[in-house]
């Protein structure tokens, strides 16, 4: 049985970091797309980025040039690095990973107060 675990999120000022970890773990189990995605109150869940097997990596242009995503291959495991908070950041935040079929954590919460 596969199970994501996320880990990191928490309560930060604006213009601080964060860093989030999900490590997923499964017999066999070898992702090719791991990632994360948002879900703010009221709003639709939203990709933040995508890390692909072999390096291709994506990120909601939101994003881009304040956080970092990046996977360790053997302990399946991807990480991001949020950095520049702004409170509209805020939202829970879901591990992604997908070979056949997609699997999510449970969801981690990352407030950004002003």
């Known amino acids: 049985q596969v199970q994501l675990v996320e880990s990191g999120g928490g309560l930060v000022q604006a213009g601080g970091s964060l860093r989030l970890s999900c490590a997923a773990s499964g017999s066999g189990f070898s992702p090719y797309v791991m990632g994360w995605h948002r879900q703010a109150p009221g709003k639709q869940r939203e990709l933040v980025a995508l890390?692909?097997?072999?390096?291709?990596?994506n990120y909601v242009d939101s994003v881009k040039g304040r956080f970092t995503i990046s996977r360790d291959n053997a302990k399946n495991t991807v990480y991001l690095q949020m950095n520049s908070l702004k409170p509209e950041d805020t939202a829970v935040y879901y591990c992604?990973?997908?070979?056949?079929?997609?699997?999510w954590g449970q969801g981690t919460q990352v407030t950004v107060s002003s």
């Open positions: 992604y990973a997908r070979d056949s079929i997609a699997y």
């Open positions: 890390i692909i097997t072999g390096g291709s990596i």
